[in-house]
C-alpha cells in the first residue's frame, strides 16, 4: 500500500472502539523502509489556535472539521481503511503544511 499526502483514512486507534478520520502528511514513497504514514487527526474540536486548519466543506464530512497538527502520529498502513474516504488537496492541503511548519517552527 503507498499513501500520499491529503489523503484522508478511516483509522482505528484503539481509544474506546472509537476510529478516526486521519490525514495523511508524509510524502509519497514506494521504497520506504516501515510501511508507515505520518498523519494527522481531523476532528470537529477546535480551539482556535494555529495548530488547526478549517477544512473545506467536504463531502463525506459531515460537520465542520479541522485537522489538528499537534496530534501528528505515525500509522502503521495495515491500520488504514483499504481506500481513502477522501483526499484534500490544493490551498487546504498547503495550510496544513503551513501549520505543521508552525508546529516545528521551520
Not at 17 to 29: A, I, N, P, T, Y
Not at 77 to 90: A, F, M, Y
Not at 94 to 105: P, T, W
Request: glycine fraction near 6%; hydrophobic fraction near 40%; charged fraction near 25%.
Amino acid at each position: 500500500m503507498t499513501t500520499k499526502p491529503g489523503e484522508i483514512y478511516r483509522v482505528d486507534l484503539g481509544m474506546a472502539g472509537k476510529v478516526r478520520l486521519m490525514m495523511v502528511l508524509s510524502r509519497e514513497d514506494d521504497d520506504a523502509p516501515p510501511a508507515l504514514s505520518v498523519c494527522a487527526p481531523v476532528t470537529t474540536a477546535y480551539r482556535g489556535s494555529d495548530y488547526e486548519v478549517e477544512l473545506p466543506r467536504l463531502h463525506f464530512l459531515r460537520e465542520k472539521s479541522y485537522v489538528n497538527t499537534q496530534g501528528i502520529q505515525a500509522i502503521q498502513h495495515h491500520e488504514l481503511s483499504r481506500r481513502p474516504v477522501g483526499v484534500l488537496s490544493g490551498s487546504a492541503l498547503e495550510k496544513v503544511y503551513d501549520a505543521v511548519r508552525y508546529l516545528f517552527d521551520l
